[in-house]
């Protein structure tokens, strides 16, 4: 239960930044936004760590597939394209569209295990709930 609240707590999360990113996009530049979002989420983790954790960056150079450090990268990719999709299609289509792709390469990363997932068996009732997804895509877009 709890993981359900987290996530649909993630989910709040995610649309409401999307909107704040979007908006100090159009007074800056979606280059100066998106330096301000990471430069912002790397200071309130910076004070998490301060008072929460403690453990050495050295760590990091211990990680065994160097490649899974590049998560920050794809944060700022993630925070680029989430503005551009709000600022052409609007929070709502943007924030569907996103959820599907999030659905459908995250399946694709458990179907065939990739970056250390754990393997799982091609089930048709999770296609057909991508399925599913898409054509609530397309009934959210009818006019």
């Not at 239960?1 to 979606?30: E, Y």
């Not at 008072?51 to 998560?71: A, I, N, P, T």
Request: aromatic fraction near 12%; charged fraction near 10%; proline fraction near 1%.
């Amino acid at each position: 239960m709890m993981g359900i609240l987290i996530a649909l707590i993630s989910g709040a999360l995610m649309s409401v930044q999307g909107v704040f990113n979007t908006a100090v996009t159009k007074q800056t530049s979606i280059w100066v936004s998106n330096s301000w979002v990471q430069f912002s989420a790397l200071i309130v983790c910076l004070i998490a760590w301060v008072f929460k954790g403690r453990e050495s960056f050295g760590k990091l150079l211990q990680v065994d597939h160097k490649y899974l450090l590049l998560g920050g990268v794809i944060g700022a990719f993630i925070t680029l394209t989430v503005i551009m999709s709000m600022n052409n299609l609007g929070p709502a289509q943007a924030a569907l569209l996103i959820v599907v792709a999030q659905l459908a390469v995250a399946y694709l990363i458990e179907l065939f295990g990739l970056f250390g997932a754990e393997k799982v068996d091609f089930q048709w009732s999770k296609l057909v709930g991508l399925a599913v997804a898409v054509a609530g895509i397309v009934i959210f877009k009818w006019k």
